[in-house]
């Protein structure tokens, strides 16, 4: 039912012809770059293009789809990316099932397979549904009750760890995390070894392609992507305002040509240049950052460059997009404060950080917000199912409500200033 309700959104919805680009945003990059791999054999080894520049998993993905479907490309890869939302429902239920209940499993998968915030979003080609589905995979093995599980567990999370830093590079600092949850897990020291070589041997392994290829055209296996340096400037300069802007490139040598190593080490160096010389500057747009990060999910301008849609449906969509994600987000931190402090908490608690500080230091969007989300939901479902148990419990202490009401007051602080920057604009 899930699937069925993003595929009649995009039959109905679908504007786009055999010979269509979407226009503007990261829907023509992906679009264009994974049609250029599936006709082109040398496409693979070019360097300089968005295949390298970028995490190369979701380019593969797509290309892989089209090698094989000769129906519309663009309508294809909505379907495949309508395929992943729904996989990512059941993924996201089993998750829950194991670490809270069944009743809350259940209200997730169907907070995750209806709610329009999430449906609309798995109608576009974007990266953000097959990254979900690496996490979401890594999170079930991770959890996993099972005794006789244990000696594969490693060999699984090398996998799923492995392909997500191939999707997203800020998943490039996970496998420090999964080595550190298996050191703090019950179990013996050699065991805790054991686990962390095949772990490690398993993530070398489903890298080891692509840093082939690295070698092949850069020279070199790493990095296995050369955004982080833009992306440090995008956050850091003269003209930032906390949210995704193009990198100012004045002074940029001639010879430095988009998409190359030397490409992302000059953006790398003028941002490190800027946070230098400007600290206070530095400290103050990392605050704009986690405001718009924290900004509800309006999704207009990716309604209008896939579906081309009116202007009054188009905001009317996005509205209710922006709404059901804010009360997810609220409920999800009210149940996040007041639920038993296990390892899935801390598990998240430790995401939860890492994505905070990625997004004080380089730039903030709601787009980019899914591994916040995916672990606000389990206990968004969870507030809402226990909702009179949690009320009449010590999870409601006066230390924890007062924890709750404090985040509270920064979020709508965020959106207030979000709200008044985009009533500027």
């Known amino acids: 039912m899930v699937f069925l309700l993003r595929f009649s959104i995009i039959l109905v919805g679908h504007q786009l012809t ?6 503007g945003g990261d829907h023509g990059v992906y679009y264009t770059t994974a049609r250029n791999l599936a006709l082109n054999g040398e496409a693979w080894f070019q360097a300089g293009g968005e295949f390298g520049y970028r995490a190369p998993l979701y380019f593969v993905f797509l290309a892989a789809i089209y090698a094989v479907v000769s129906a519309p490309p663009y309508l294809v890869a909505q379907i495949a990316s309508a395929m992943l939302g729904a996989l990512n429902c059941l993924l996201l239920y089993f998750l829950v099932r194991k670490v809270l209940d069944e009743r809350s499993a259940r209200l997730a998968f169907w907070i995750r397979g209806v709610f329009p915030s999430f449906v609309i979003a798995d109608t576009f080609a974007l990266s953000e ?21 244990q000696s594969i567990r490693p060999v699984f999370l090398g996998i799923f760890i ?19 949850l298996f050191l703090l897990m019950p179990g013996s020291g050699k065991q805790k070894t054991k686990h962390i070589i095949v772990f490690t041997a398993a993530l070398i392994l489903v890298l080891s392609p692509w840093m082939w290829r690295n070698i092949v055209v850069w020279g070199k296996p790493l990095p296995l992507s050369y955004t982080s340096g833009v992306n440090l400037h995008i956050g850091n300069n003269p003209q930032a305002t906390g949210k995704w802007v193009d990198p100012p490139e004045t002074g940029m ?45 309006f999704l207009r301008e990716d309604i209008d460059t896939v579906y081309g849609v009116r202007t009054r449906l188009s905001l009317a969509v996005s ?107």
């Open 18 to 23: 055999d010979s269509d680009n979407p226009k």
């Open 129 to 149: 549904p097959l990254f979900g589905t690496f996490l979401l995979s890594a999170l079930v093995i991770l959890f996993r009750r099972s005794d006789d599980f």
């Open 162 to 180: 492995g392909a997500s830093m191939l999707t997203r590079e800020v998943a490039i600092v996970y496998p420090i995390f999964v080595a550190g």
């Open 253 to 297: 040598p001639s010879d430095v040509k988009w998409g190359t190593p030397e490409y992302e080490s000059w953006h790398r160096q003028q941002a490190i240049a800027f946070i230098i010389e400007n600290p206070e500057q530095f400290f103050v747009l990392g605050i704009k950052r986690i405001a718009w990060f924290l900004w509800p999910r």
């Open 319 to 425: 509205l209710l997009c922006g709404m059901t994600t804010a009360c997810i987000f609220l409920l999800g931190l009210l149940g996040f404060v007041t639920s038993k402090r296990d390892w899935f908490w801390w598990t998240c608690m430790l995401l939860f950080t890492y994505s905070m500080i990625v997004t004080f230091v380089v730039a903030g969007a709601p787009r980019y917000r899914d591994s916040i989300d995916y672990l606000l939901l389990p206990y968004t479902a969870y507030v809402i199912i226990h909702w009179r148990e949690l009320r009449m419990s010590v999870s409601f202490e006066e230390q924890r409500v007062r924890i709750v009401l404090a985040l509270y007051a920064c979020v709508f602080a965020s959106w207030c200033w979000v709200a008044i920057q985009l009533g500027w604009s």
